[in-house]
């Protein structure tokens, strides 16, 4: 019989979901949590499923992956906002095996579950073509763009981190002319106006 931990804030949302997962599959136990920090382990978990926080981005990764931690042997199922497929794809990376946004059917959701207790892998069809659009574009991109030399990529970085120009041209004893222009030639590189998406850049690409 199935162990089911649901982490979600939604209170309502997680009555819903634990009704259907009753209805549909042998449940032993399921336990609705709205925040994982506090929690100290009664059951192990057979499926884990998350629900991200749309306002908190950056912190669901760093969430997640304790998460993922605390119960290695469990299957995983994300389900979100999928016009964040690229912040989405983060999960797959540490090893979630269901993604279902929350537009999703029943039908699709119960669909997802079943798989992923088999030992698959699933996207909803409803978010397959954004996962397809995502990868097409950053290849695109990565392909179009001009990768660094070693002194653009010191130099960037150091931009990136919130350097000055004069403080760059002090700490790799180079004119502030020299950075300047070398400023010029990342951002029409990376095909980039400020430093913030100078930052953004070099994540993507693994420069940073």
Do not use: W
Not at 10 to 19: A, D, N, R
Not at 40 to 57: A, F, R, Y
Not at 84 to 106: C, D, L, Q, W
Not at 199 to 207: C, P, R, V
Request: with cysteine; aromatic share 12%; net charge positive.
């Amino acid at each position: 019989m199935l162990k089911i931990l649901i982490i979600d804030r939604h209170p309502v949302f997680c009555i819903g979901l634990s009704i259907l997962l009753r209805k549909k599959f042998d449940v032993d136990e399921i336990i609705k949590l709205d925040n994982i920090s506090n929690y100290k382990p009664s059951i192990t978990p057979d499926l884990v499923i998350v629900g991200l926080n749309d306002n908190l981005k950056n912190q669901n990764i760093v969430f997640v992956s304790h998460t993922k931690k605390l119960f290695p042997k469990a299957r995983f199922i994300l389900y979100d906002n999928s016009q964040f497929i690229n912040k989405s794809m983060e999960y797959f990376k540490i090893g979630f095996h269901g993604y279902v946004p929350k537009n999703a059917t029943s039908e699709e959701f119960i669909e997802c579950v079943k798989l992923v207790l088999d030992g698959n892998y699933f996207i909803c069809p409803k978010a397959i073509g954004l996962f397809m659009d995502y990868f097409v574009n950053f290849t695109t991109k990565k392909n179009n763009r001009t990768y660094l030399t070693p002194k653009e990529f010191e130099i960037a970085k150091h931009f990136a981190e919130g350097m000055s120009t004069s403080s760059i041209a002090f700490t790799i004893n180079r004119k502030m002319s020299t950075v300047s222009t070398t400023k010029n030639n990342i951002f029409k590189k990376l095909q980039i106006n400020n430093i913030i998406q100078l930052k953004e850049a070099l994540e993507e690409f693994h420069y940073y």
